[in-house]
């Protein structure tokens, strides 16, 4: 039976997915795995996830079922009936201080497997950290940074499709970051997505909705504009967090974070609000996936007044 490794589909998911695929493969010799990507739609149904089939999950929920499974989200537990059924072992680890899920994979290998994964892997890992942890070391950085890894993450946002994330676990598996990047059709999606980048810090000051109290919400949802992650801190700077609607693949989706150039120093946990509407995520960023637009739009609202509630008078 092949061994499906599901991964949440950003760069930490897939360099997760990669890494455990390598270690399958060469410390355990499994050469049946595939790989898909997930998002928090998926969570709707999620007992009867993947039944019948043998699975892997990184970076994302905890099952019960699942053969493998690695992450460092505080919001990994649906509830704690599931927490309950978490026992850390040789398959399962979980790791809530880790900025990644890439570098949780790494120190299991070698604690628990006795493999060493490539250089490679490393350097994955403190990229995944730099990313997911949005520890870059300033806003122009994070918009305009041209190292290989940031590339891939831009690519990322103009896939033709909502499994192109794939080829990049494939290509992962086998290759650094620089190699990957250099692939001229990811180039090629990369200054296309520079583009695009360009014209959402242009257009993000038109889907402002409401600044109020350090907190800013948007509405990017028209499928007109383009989106930047972190166009609400370049455009406000002294911002301390920012809600937003924007679309997916799989539905409007809510994206809530910290500045990471304010930082809290975590007072206010943006997952652990997340996931009361049916999201999850860190203390400083988090999402959830509503079932329509109206409804991403209320719970917009419904998250940031919370966290203007949190920052106090």
């Known amino acids: ?117 490539p250089e490679r892997f490393v350097e994955i890992g403190r990229w995944a950290d730099v990313i997911d942890a949005a520890k870059y070391p300033t806003v122009e950085d994070a918009l305009f940074g041209d190292r290989a890894a940031y590339r891939l993450v831009r690519a990322l946002t103009v896939a033709p499709h909502a499994d192109w994330s794939d080829t990049l676990v494939e290509a992962l598996v086998d290759r650094g970051l620089e190699e990957t990047a250099a692939d001229p059709k990811i180039e090629k999606m990369h200054q296309r997505a520079c583009r695009n980048r360009d014209r959402a810090l242009k257009e993000f000051p038109s889907t402002v909705l409401s600044v109020e109290k350090d907190v800013l919400v948007y509405d990017a949802s028209s499928d007109k504009i383009r989106r930047e992650r972190f166009a609400p801190f370049y455009h406000h700077p002294d911002l301390l967090y920012c809600v937003g609607v ?22 206010i946990d943006i997952g652990a609000i997340c996931e009361r509407f049916g999201g999850g995520g860190h203390a400083t960023v988090g999402g959830a996936n509503p079932k329509n637009l109206e409804e991403c739009r209320n719970v917009a609202h419904a998250i940031a007044g919370e966290i203007r509630g949190r920052i106090g008078p």
Request: glycine share 8%.
């Open 246 to 267: 924007i679309p997916t693949r799989s539905g409007f989706h809510i994206t809530a974070g910290e500045n990471p150039w304010k930082p809290s120093g975590g007072r």
């Open 1 to 117: 039976m092949t061994l499906r490794i599901h991964y949440h589909r950003d760069f930490d998911g897939i360099a997760s997915a990669a890494l455990l695929a390598w270690c399958l493969r060469e410390g355990f010799g499994r050469k049946d795995l595939a790989w898909s990507g997930v998002n928090y739609d998926r969570r709707r149904d999620w007992e009867a996830f993947g039944e019948g089939t043998e699975f892997a999950i990184v970076d994302f929920h905890f099952h019960p079922r699942a053969a493998y499974w690695f992450d460092h989200h505080p919001t990994t537990f649906l509830d704690e009936s599931y927490r309950a059924k978490y026992v850390e072992s040789d398959r399962w680890k979980f790791d809530p201080d880790a900025d990644s899920c890439p570098p949780v994979i790494l120190r299991h290998a070698r604690a628990r497997w006795k493999i060493e994964p």
